[in-house]
């Protein structure tokens, strides 16, 4: 239907006969309605109220079984393992699921029998917390001229250790969640950090608390500090949880990776004393292993840790580090490819049946290096192939040897790491 024109008044009219005006002059729209509803059935309306109360039924007892589930597990993880989880409010992203551990590690018994005529028995017990914090006590006391009485008095006077104390008992259940101010601020009180750290008594924190430990000691530590936690704390912990449970926790596997973001406090703290002990577990080294060929590590810690590695007395984990090291494919100065080369050939002449690592460790030296290695070097490495040979490595070794060129005088490569090393 066309628009209806009205005409334009010529002559102002009253408001009154205007608005008479416009109502007649106006169409009226036309309107919808909604179409009535059908009305149910009053056994329409009790079979939508049945099932409308059934789900929601279904729906409570399904949160209630949830819950007791939850606590279940909750008991039986505080019982048997510390499988716990974590997250906090700069957490970055690192929460996991409940029962996320890390995966048991397959070892064959034959080379773990071969590989333990390598571990020494002439470990020596392993400091504490405790010894250390007791060590530096006595040095204060001798230095004042006055001796150790009754209990022992660290620097903070009783509010102080009470609210430590406090935070101790915390991280022992401590799963989820934000952590207290004092545990933040323990990196920044000076030299009193480590007494009061052993307020705390981290042998018996949480997994979880061990991991945000491990995350806030060593980025907010120096070097030669976060050394003496991973050393102490983190290492001890370790150990233990992979001896009971042939496994190692999520949670302190992610610590270790965090414990890489000082490599130096990493590879002096945890590394190179466990190899130093001698009783090194072929678990141990796995574990250790490939939390280091996961994580970038400079090149210059790497080469002081493979030059310290090939001077020590063999054990079977030294060819494991050796060879993830190698496998990450640096380039090395020639003062660390002749102290490998030395390692390698000093078992010329050893009548011991070597374990698989050690050709493992040799073959990625000759695939990885094999350029930078001098022809006298070449004519050793082939003789000690002669008297340790394995049936499927050896040959791969060989062939990678012969079909290489040698280092030469024309080709040598300045070696600025040698002499930060030396």
């Not at 059935?41 to 109360?53: K, M």
């Not at 090291?325 to 050893?350: C, G, M, Q, W």
């Not at 070097?377 to 040698?406: D, G, Y």
């Amino acid at each position: 239907m066309g628009k209806i024109k009205t005409e334009k008044p010529h002559h102002k009219k009253a408001l009154g006969t205007a608005i008479e005006d416009f109502d007649k002059n106006t169409v009226t729209p036309r309107t919808w309605t909604k179409p009535p509803k059908k009305k149910k059935n009053d056994d329409d309306d009790n079979t939508d109220v049945n099932q409308n109360l059934s789900q929601k039924i279904l729906e409570q007892a399904r949160i209630q079984q949830k819950e007791l589930e939850e606590e279940n597990s909750v008991e039986k993880l505080s019982t048997k393992t510390a499988k716990v989880t974590f997250s906090d409010e700069d957490s970055s992203g690192d929460e996991v699921e409940e029962d996320e551990v890390y995966e048991p590690v397959i070892v064959n018994e034959e080379e773990e029998g071969i590989f333990n005529k390598f571990v020494t028995s002439k470990a020596e017990p392993t400091r504490t917390l405790a010894d250390m914090i007791m060590d530096k006590i006595r040095e204060k006391e001798t230095v004042l001229g006055t001796q150790i009485e009754g209990e022992v008095k660290l620097g903070f006077d009783a509010k102080i250790e009470s609210l430590f104390k406090g935070v101790g008992d915390l991280l022992k259940r401590y799963r989820s969640g934000k952590l207290p101010k004092a545990f933040k601020a323990i990196p920044s009180l000076g030299e009193k950090w480590e007494e009061a750290l052993f307020l705390t008594s981290p042998e018996e924190w949480s997994a979880a608390a061990v991991y945000q430990g491990t995350r806030i000691f060593s980025s907010n530590l120096k070097s030669d500090q976060a050394q003496l936690f991973f050393n102490l704390v983190l290492l001890p912990r370790i150990r233990d949880d992979i001896a009971e449970y042939k496994r190692l926790n999520y949670h302190l596997y992610q610590a270790l990776k965090k414990s890489l973001f000082k490599p130096a406090a990493f590879f002096k703290g945890i590394l190179l004393p466990l190899l130093q002990s001698g009783t090194c577990t072929l678990r141990e080294a796995v574990i250790l292993g490939s939390v280091l060929g996961k994580v970038s590590v400079p090149v210059l810690h790497s080469s002081a840790a493979l030059l310290k590695i090939a001077e020590m007395d063999y054990s079977g984990a030294n060819s494991l580090f050796l060879r993830v090291l190698l496998e990450k494919r640096y380039a090395l100065p020639y003062r660390v490819i002749d102290a490998l080369i030395a390692h390698f050939t000093n078992f010329s002449l050893d009548k011991r049946e070597l374990p698989v690592l050690f050709h493992q460790a040799l073959l990625t030296l000759a695939q990885r290096y094999k350029e930078d290695i001098s022809p006298e070097q070449k004519q050793h490495l082939f003789v000690l192939m002669q008297n340790q040979s394995h049936p499927k490595i050896t040959p791969e070794i060989r062939r990678e040897l012969a079909n290489s060129k040698c280092r030469g005088d024309e080709n040598l490569r300045e070696e600025p790491v040698s002499e930060e090393m030396s």
